[in-house]
């Protein structure tokens, strides 16, 4: 497609019935801001420039609708009169010249690509005009598309529509592409004398057709164009994206037991033969290759799990975790920015953080390194080959050699060298037939409390 295209999206909505402290496209869902899936949609349907309309957060929300790498401009809504005139907010980026105008909103993040270009593709086919809209099963508060003969005649809103206006179920999803070369004057003639007393951007069909123009409905689904209001229905928007997210990565060929109960991010990269057991929730930034195997209720941000790695269950990742192929990270263990070499094993009740751990090298439950001194985070090197007994305190900064054995117990605070044995324990004493003495003062003692009751 050859023809030039400005995207405005509008985001400039006061966001009333979210009842949050920040605007309602700011809320996340797969822990990405509203407005960055949009701008995500947006760049990949390849326009030329990209505004943005904003009102509250205005500084927050341009830097989220940044994220993806698109060049937004802002421009500010200072009063929300309605989409009509928020769109014309854009006027200075409108009058660059543009062969297609594409209006989308920044509250609607389930959209994809492949609606944005079906609209500009029918401006491309001599429209002047192109509503994406959608059938639902409960149209109420949405425009109604009126259409007769394949041409769209009218969008009705809601407050503004008749009995029989409000029992259509075809619906306009607030999408849009206008004739570039036509916009501004076409939107420069909507008025606000309507039930709200708004400028609508949905009486653009009727002013191009009195102009002798030309309008069309063109239909997508409805779980791509669902919006957001409030709460109620950012959960339901997230369920969509999560069902769909986890229906694609099944189908790229991993495996889900339960796939309802596990949670994506936006960017969670999941390769071939992966099993992903029930409950495990992905946070940003994670990528698991292709044959690794999560166990159930592991949680994951910021992580990397190489070929053949086992996480789990109940185990956390946290960002900057780093494991090789092979390695595993067991039951109640959690790592945080450490490199697990090939083979390790980190299999019980561990925390591991600021660290690095050579291959094959077995960390024994409830190992701890101590890597925060109340005011800085130090590091702990592990070679490879090498075996931290049980209950093992490592003392950050502080190395171990390859091939070297630390006692179960042991607080470690000096560097092990290769092969060394390092014990860092008390050593045991016994004292025979001392048992029954001290049993038998005890029951004494025991006597003595009784007798002082009575
Ligand atoms: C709008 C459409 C309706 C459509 C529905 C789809 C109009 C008149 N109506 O209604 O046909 O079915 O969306 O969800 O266009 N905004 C601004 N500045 C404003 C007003 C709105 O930036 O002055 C932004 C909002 O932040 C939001 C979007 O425009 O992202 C839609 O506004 P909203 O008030 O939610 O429109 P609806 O009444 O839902
Ligand atoms: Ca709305």
Redesign the pocket.
């Known amino acids: 497609m050859s023809r030039t295209c400005l995207a405005i999206i509008?985001?400039?909505?006061?966001?009333t019935r979210m009842k949050s402290s920040m605007s309602?496209?700011l809320h996340p869902v797969a822990g990405l801001p509203m407005i960055a899936h949009v701008m995500k949609a947006v760049a990949a349907s390849g326009v030329t420039d990209t505004a943005i309309?904003?009102?509250r957060d205005a500084d927050a929300v341009t830097k989220a609708a940044s994220q993806g790498g698109l060049n937004v401009t802002p421009f500010l809504?200072k009063?929300?009169?309605?989409?009509?005139?928020?769109v014309l907010?854009a006027r200075e980026a409108i009058e660059r010249g543009y062969d297609d105008i594409l209006v989308a909103?920044?509250?609607?993040p389930l959209i994809t690509e492949a609606p944005l270009k079906a609209a500009r593709a029918a401006l491309a086919e001599g429209n002047d005009l192109a509503v994406i809209g959608f059938h639902t099963a409960s149209p109420t508060?949405?425009?109604?598309l009126l259409v007769e003969a394949g041409e769209l005649v009218a969008?009705r809103?809601?407050k503004d529509a008749s009995e029989d206006e409000r029992r259509i179920t075809r619906?306009?999803?607030?999408l849009m592409a206008i004739d570039g070369r036509k916009a501004l004057d076409l939107l420069s003639r909507i008025g606000n004398s309507n039930a709200?007393g708004?400028?609508?951007?949905?009486?653009l069909v009727e002013i191009a057709r009195s102009l002798g123009g030309r309008a069309v409905a063109v239909d997508a689904p409805e779980s791509e164009?669902a919006?957001c209001?409030n709460r109620a229905e950012l959960a339901i928007i997230e369920r969509l994206w999560q069902e769909r997210r986890r229906h694609d990565i099944m189908v790229s060929g991993v495996t889900m037991i339960a796939p309802e109960t596990v949670f994506l991010a936006h960017d969670t990269v999941i390769g071939q033969d992966v099993v992903i057991e029930p409950n495990v929730v992905f946070g940003p930034g994670v990528t698991v290759e292709s044959g690794a195997i999560i166990h159930a209720f592991s949680h994951l941000e910021g992580a990397y799990v190489a070929s053949g790695a086992t996480v789990g269950p109940f185990a956390r990742l946290r960002p900057g975790a780093n494991l090789a192929e092979g390695s595993k990270v067991g039951n109640f263990c959690e790592v945080k920015k450490a490199e697990i070499g090939k083979g390790a094993k980190i299999n019980h009740l561990t925390y591991i953080g600021d660290a690095f751990i050579g291959a094959e090298t077995n960390i024994g439950a409830g190992t701890i390194t101590c890597n925060y001194d109340g005011v800085n985070k130090h590091e702990t090197h592990i070679g490879a080959h090498a075996f931290i007994g049980s209950n093992t305190a490592l003392v950050a900064p502080v190395s171990v050699g390859d091939g070297a054995i630390v006692g179960s117990g042991s607080v470690i605070t000096q560097d092990v060298p290769a092969d060394a044995l390092a014990l860092g324990r008390a050593r045991q004493e016994v004292k025979p037939e001392r048992a029954p003495v001290i049993r038998e003062r005890n029951l004494a003692l025991k006597a003595a409390k009784k007798d002082n009751k009575r």
Request: hydrophobic fraction near 25%; aromatic fraction near 8%.
């Open positions: 509008l985001a400039a909505g006061d966001s309602k496209v309309v904003v009102g809504q009063e929300r009169l309605g989409t009509g005139h928020a907010t909103y920044g509250d609607a508060g949405y425009g109604r969008i809103e809601e619906c306009n999803s607030g709200k708004e400028y609508y951007l949905t009486d164009l919006g209001n």
